[in-house]
């Protein structure tokens, strides 16, 4: 069961979504499960030049995705405790993804981990 999702969009550009799913586990409890999935978008006239060419692979933007997880929510809290759970991700990380370089930092992320990645595959 998908219950609507909610979307806030930052001063920086940032376009955040949060989509709740939940599923009955046990009697009245639930597993309460919230995608976030943020669109940063790119600007290469804010980007450091080693960076340019690599957003022009990400068409504009890139996708900042996290999963968040609750266990053993009653029914009757199910709202209650979505809605903490998006207060405190955006109280949180909200900050940072607000900030005007978490883009670049995202980017720099992303390509450390493809070369981590790339490094142990051979």
């Known amino acids: 069961m998908?219950?609507?999702?909610?979307?806030?969009?930052?001063?920086?550009?940032?376009?955040?979504e949060f989509v709740p799913q939940e599923n009955r586990y046990f009697g009245d409890y639930h597993r309460l499960q919230i995608d976030v999935i943020a669109k940063i978008?790119?600007?290469?006239?804010?980007l450091p030049a080693d960076l340019i060419e690599v957003a022009e692979k990400y068409s504009g933007s890139i996708k900042y995705e996290k999963t968040l997880e609750r266990m053993g929510v009653a029914s009757n809290q199910l709202d209650i405790a979505t809605q903490s759970m998006i207060d405190g991700f955006m109280q949180?990380?909200?900050?940072?993804?607000?900030?005007?370089?978490?883009?670049?930092?995202?980017?720099r992320k992303t390509?450390?981990?493809?070369?981590h990645r790339n490094r142990f595959s051979r």
């Open 41 to 46: 978008p790119l600007d290469s006239g804010s």
């Open 2 to 16: 998908s219950k609507t999702s909610k979307s806030f969009q930052l001063e920086n550009g940032v376009s955040v």
């Open 92 to 107: 949180t990380v909200g900050c940072y993804l607000a900030n005007k370089s978490f883009a670049e930092h995202l980017l």
């Open 111 to 115: 390509l450390t981990t493809r070369a």
